[in-house]
């Protein structure tokens, strides 16, 4: 077989390894599976590795995929019946940053608005077609970020523009790098393959439950800002947008941007907010933009030891201690006109931050570092509430933001107003009565007792009820007394959509403003926004419809 033979790259599914088998063997399994000779193989990538928990005969063991790049030549028996199968198929086309940039399209200035992970690979992707790119964010970059958020830890005085949602990286920063959910879109792999070359771990694009860590995201994300500085980027720090300067329409273009620190012309712009800077979503609104509401999630973060859910999951066995701290996704469906419910954002060995910008509210968040060293478990346990729901707040697009500062207002009202938490154990949310005594915790200020079962909107209460008793038949323990309900988590995803064109991104009644990512509504976690940023300037740079909408959706809920 020469150099030139054309090639074909398949994916095969379902192949078993054991816990304490290096990776290396699944080639060779491979190629047994489907009659080959190890030489056939031109290429192997490691596509997903995914832990079977059951504890069957044989033991846990993990189960992959893998894609084989396969001459076009002979196909074995083993190789049909694994196509009959199903076993194997046509691996999905991996894609590119790199697009054709029409000649009138080359080396536009665009201001990208937020450095989290849509902005960022926004960023990225316009920077290494030739864009002349400028990113502010409102917050401080990594080095400075972190000595303020420590300040708050301290002080209990959050600042308003520096903190665990605003600076470099955004809210994922402080929420450790979880890529439990992947999107349906070509352009995961460089995504992931990218933050590998900034220091991830080397199985982040095939773990199923990828987590990059705290720890890690600090040393990673300076190494994505330098790469994309070599390529031309500028980043403003600590520069805030205040009002887009157009000329007037229809559509209306943005000619410039008015920020804290003076007005930078653009030919366009791409505004990755994030799910939390509802001041800018005011401002935008004033000046045309379009806003709906949306459907969002709100709830709880729920702790436990952390060596319960390790045992609840794995046993007590060898093979516990070959895993590590174990993690859950847990699903509590809607059923006979009760909402469900989810785990969402779950940090084995991790600890509850409070993740807050304005004073006088609170909301919580999880995060955990690479080591997960902490003796805690935590995670949000969520459900959905629609406009129909959070009504009685108004009825234009913001509404859901009212809903959610109420909430965060009474809970941090409730917790003694100083950051402090109210906290329920779970018999004691199911009986409706408080919890007495001392509540242990790694929640940053501590917590005392409150009753979150009457905190809660009433949809809100009895789909968390409802699917505490069903987690518990999942996992033993996790409604009994060792589980702490710390609350509110009210940000897992934001309240409204911006309004945008499905073919050329564009704002609606706008010719060159991109919304993107969660705070524009369109992602729900660390890929998706990365995904939706990427693309978004895919089109930007090509204004060409084939590239414009692959079809992103997040598997399995939320990052």
Not at 124 to 133: F, M
Not at 150 to 156: D, N
Not at 174 to 179: E, H, I, Q, R, T
Not at 355 to 376: I, Q, Y
């Amino acid at each position: 077989m020469t150099a030139s033979t054309p090639t074909c790259t398949f994916r095969l599914s379902g192949l078993e390894l054991g816990l304490d088998e290096p990776e290396s063997a699944l080639r060779q399994r491979a190629c047994a599976r489907l009659g080959l000779e190890l030489g056939e193989l031109r290429g192997f990538r490691m596509a997903k590795k995914s832990l079977d928990a059951r504890r069957r005969r044989g033991g846990m063991r993990y189960v992959c995929s893998v894609d084989l790049v396969l001459g076009d030549g002979r196909r074995t028996s083993g190789f049909k019946r694994a196509l009959r199968s199903g076993r194997l198929s046509a691996a999905p086309v991996v894609g590119s940053f790199e697009v054709e940039v029409p000649p009138e399209r080359r080396g536009r200035r665009v201001v990208v608005v937020g450095s989290g992970p849509a902005g960022i690979f926004a960023a990225l992707v316009l920077a290494r077609n030739g864009a002349r790119v400028t990113v502010i964010d409102r917050g401080a970059r990594l080095e400075q970020r972190g000595p303020r958020v420590v300040a708050f830890h301290r002080g209990r005085t959050p600042d308003p523009e520096t903190n665990l949602l605003f600076g470099e990286g955004g809210a994922g920063t402080y929420s450790d790098g979880k890529l439990y959910s992947r999107v349906d879109d070509a352009l995961e792999v460089p995504i992931l393959e990218e933050l590998v070359a900034c220091g991830a771990p080397a199985s982040l694009p095939y773990d199923a439950r990828a987590h990059i860590g705290t720890d890690r995201l600090h040393r990673i994300l300076p190494e994505l800002r330098a790469r994309l500085v070599a390529l031309g980027t500028e980043f403003l720090w600590e520069t805030r947008l205040e009002a887009l300067v157009t000329l007037a329409g229809p559509p209306r273009v943005v000619r410039a941007v008015r920020t804290t620190h003076g007005e930078l012309p653009c030919d366009d712009v791409v505004l990755a907010t994030g799910h939390s800077a509802r001041d800018t979503w005011a401002r935008l609104a004033e000046q045309g933009v379009v806003f709906e509401a949306k459907p969002f999630q709100l709830g709880v973060r729920i702790e436990h030891p952390q060596e319960l859910v390790t045992r609840g999951r794995f046993g007590h066995g060898d093979e516990a201690a070959l895993l590590g701290p174990a993690a859950y996704n847990l699903v509590c469906r809607a059923g006979s006109g009760e909402p469900g419910a989810f785990s969402f954002c779950m940090c084995p060995g991790g600890k509850i931050v409070a993740s807050v910008n304005e004073a006088g509210l609170l909301c919580t968040n999880g995060m955990s570092n690479s080591t997960h060293s902490s003796p805690w478990a935590n995670a949000a346990i969520v459900t959905t509430f629609g406009p129909d729901d959070y009504a009685a707040y108004g009825a234009g697009p913001f509404a859901g933001v009212a809903f959610q500062r109420s909430l965060e207002r009474a809970f941090f009202e409730a917790g003694g107003g100083d950051y402090t938490a109210p906290a329920q154990r779970v018999p004691d949310f199911l009986a409706g009565r408080e919890s007495a005594g001392s509540l242990a915790t790694s929640y940053t200020f501590g917590a005392r007792p409150g009753r979150i079962d009457l905190l809660l909107p009433e949809r809100g209460r009895r789909a968390l009820a409802r699917a505490l008793v069903r987690f518990d038949d999942m996992l033993a323990g996790f409604a009994g007394p060792e589980g702490l309900l710390v609350g509110v988590e009210a940000r897992s995803s934001g309240p409204v959509r911006m309004t945008r064109d499905r073919v050329t991104r564009t704002a609606a009644g706008f010719e060159n403003l991109y919304p993107v990512g969660e705070g524009a509504g369109y992602a729900g976690g660390i890929m998706s926004a990365a995904v939706d940023g990427a693309r978004s300037a895919q089109v930007l740079l090509t204004t060409d419809s084939r590239v414009c909408d692959s079809g992103v959706r997040p598997r399995g809920g939320l990052d």
